[in-house]
């Protein structure tokens, strides 16, 4: 199935796709913020960039987005049905680097939190799994 939109339109589309400081990132952010702990983002020496890290009670947490990270069993993780070749071997990549970086982060003495995009809509829930991991 050829894509709805014309090449310009799908470019300017997929150009406003962030990597850093998306919405539910920001949340997760104030949250952990609120709760007073202090941290550094997107650490750049550690596997996989962290989004947020915290050094001292070495821990990490990841906001992952559920359609780009394929977070499974949701429905926003459904696959596209154009082009489907390139957006099956993107996606798993994808899922293939996330493992290997939670790995080798495991490897290194990180605890490693993975927070969904779509877990972010329940803030109660959300407060109640960070307060879990930092806790802990």
């Not at 990132?25 to 949250?31: C, G, I, K, Q, T």
């Not at 996989?48 to 499974?72: A, M, N, S, T, Y």
Request: hydrophobic share 35%.
């Amino acid at each position: 199935m050829p894509d709805v939109f014309q090449p310009e339109e799908r470019s300017r589309i997929m150009a406003k796709v962030r990597g850093e400081n998306t919405s539910p990132e920001r949340l997760v952010r104030s949250l952990v913020h609120r709760m007073g702990y202090r941290f550094r983002l997107h650490c750049k020496d550690l596997p996989g960039k962290p989004d947020i890290v915290l050094p001292r009670h070495k821990k990490v947490i990841f906001v992952h987005g559920c359609f780009w990270h394929q977070h499974e069993g949701c429905p926003h993780a459904a696959r596209p049905t154009s082009n489907i070749e390139y957006w099956d071997r993107k996606l798993d990549r994808n899922m293939v680097r996330d493992r290997e970086n939670l790995h080798k982060l495991a490897y290194l003495g990180w605890n490693v939190l993975i927070v969904w995009e779509c877990e972010t809509r329940d803030r109660e829930k959300l407060l109640e799994k960070l307060k879990g991991f930092l806790v802990s």
